[in-house]
């Protein structure tokens, strides 16, 4: 029980530490908040709406997204995409995120 | 919709005013979305059950609105360490400085037994009132700090984890504060056994003494009342302490039953000293005795007489507040203290 736990809390970590690189490459093209988490959904990253809109909100004030509500089919909706400080955030993570990938992949593969 | 309207008003209730209206429109567009989605999905209206079913999916109110704000703290963890080391330092120096308020307090007042009691339940409850006071002040510093001045954070922790550093500059390990010291505790058991041989059995040395005229003459320094009410319970206190040392020297460290009973050899005696405080002089000398030797004129003699009692009473009044701190630091160390031990495994 403890390690089941143990394994949550760590995968967990690991979720929220991925989610803003998700989130961002996702918002290349503008979609509105329920659409971003439905698309996510579909690709297999299942996220938590008390999770996504906060962090929506957060990478909104650092500046990396842009956001403005529109009247569509007779209620406002809120459509994120990327700013341009965004996309050059994005590029230089997915960088990083192929070599974090590698060098991790290595790693798990001397453990096996 | 109507619970809905309940569930947002229940969340904003937990928001800050300034992005309340936004986040709970927020909030109703995205539920709205969802309900919509589950109704496609199900081929059904929407409906209480709906809703309830839905709001469900989502975290309790106060959670919800919590995921929308930064995490709240009085004091952050950068500024933390910072906060610690000011805290270390100043409760000490105030602990210190009420001890000896307490102590000149003790010295103006002349006390009866009954007095005792008070006196020192309101010197410890001074002493609380001025740590708590001390630390509130801190705390409320630190908290204006840390909400006004962003480069203070940068300051006190930024500069030290992120700056370069020198390794060589490293403190050195400070010695286990457990380990005895076998010369300090064997001097002590030294002259505890001087001064137990010499105040039980040849009181007669602990006097004034002068040749005049060809001939000694000698007038007892102490008083009857200490040798008879006094002096058995400091033999015994003596008689512990010098067992005490003699222990800790075989042992070669401080462990919990010797650091108790340390603990109460100390209160014993500061509660000696109070009670001698508060009774009758326990100098023998006066000012015609010191006349009679022929040396000295009477007021010559009254005025030396009176500093010899002071110097008494002071004596004691040091021995109380310096066992006071004593006792006060030795329990807070035995009591919060990380043993090495644990720290080296825990790491």
């Known amino acids: ?112 | 919709m109507e619970l809905i309207n309940r569930y947002i008003a229940e969340v904003g209730r937990h928001l800050p005013e300034k992005t309340r209206i936004d986040i709970e429109q927020e909030i109703r567009s995205l539920l709205e979305d969802r309900l919509e989605d589950h109704s496609r999905k199900t081929g059904k209206p929407v409906d209480e059950d709906m809703v309830v079913e839905v709001l469900k999916e989502y975290s309790p109110p106060p959670k919800l609105a919590a995921a929308y704000q930064p995490e709240r703290f009085l004091i952050g963890p950068k500024t933390f360490p910072a906060f610690m080391t000011v805290v270390k330092i100043v409760l000490p120096i105030i602990l210190i400085l009420a001890a000896l308020g307490f102590g000149l307090q003790l010295g103006r007042t002349e006390l009866d037994s009954q007095d005792i009691v008070s006196t020192f339940t309101e010197g410890i409850s001074g002493m609380i009132d001025s740590i708590f006071s001390a630390l509130g002040i801190i705390v409320l510093v630190f908290a204006i700090l840390e909400r006004t001045l962003p480069e203070f954070k940068s300051k006190s922790l930024d500069s030290v984890v992120e700056g370069e550093w020198d390794p060589r500059k490293l403190p050195k390990p400070a010695p286990s504060p457990e380990k005895v010291k076998f010369a300090g505790l064997s001097i002590e058991i030294a002259i505890t056994v001087i001064a137990l041989t010499l105040f039980n059995f040849y009181p007669e040395i602990i006097a004034v003494s002068t040749r005049f005229a060809g001939e000694w003459r000698s007038a007892p320094l102490l008083s009857d009342i200490f040798y008879e009410r006094y002096l058995p319970w400091l033999s015994l206190i003596w008689g512990v302490q010098i067992i005490l040392n003699v222990v800790l020297i075989s042992r070669g460290r401080w462990e919990p039953v010797t650091t108790w009973i340390y603990l109460a050899v100390k209160t014993a005696t500061i509660m000696l000293a109070l009670v001698i405080l508060a009774g009758p002089s326990i100098t023998a000398l006066t000012a015609s005795d010191l006349a009679s030797f022929g040396s000295l004129a009477l007021e010559q003699a009254e005025l030396i007489v009176n500093i010899i009692r002071q110097v008494v009473r002071w004596a004691l009044i040091i021995a109380v507040i310096a066992s006071g701190v004593d006792i006060i630091s030795t329990a807070w160390k035995q009591l919060f203290k990380k043993s090495s031990v644990n720290v080296l495994t825990t790491s």
């Open chain 1, 1 to 112: 029980m403890e390690t089941d736990t143990t394994t949550n809390n760590i995968l967990l970590e690991l979720r929220r530490g991925i989610l803003p690189l998700a989130v961002l490459a996702q918002l290349y093209e503008e979609q509105y908040g329920y659409s971003l988490l439905t698309g996510l959904s579909e690709q297999g990253l299942d996220i938590d709406q008390g999770t996504l809109y906060p962090l929506l909100r957060r990478l909104e004030s650092q500046g990396l997204l842009e956001s403005d509500w529109r009247l569509e089919e007779a209620r406002p909706r809120r459509y994120y995409k990327l700013s341009a400080q965004g996309k050059a955030v994005l590029s230089r993570s997915k960088e990083d995120w192929k070599r974090l990938s590698n060098v991790l992949s290595n790693i798990l593969k001397i453990e096996e």
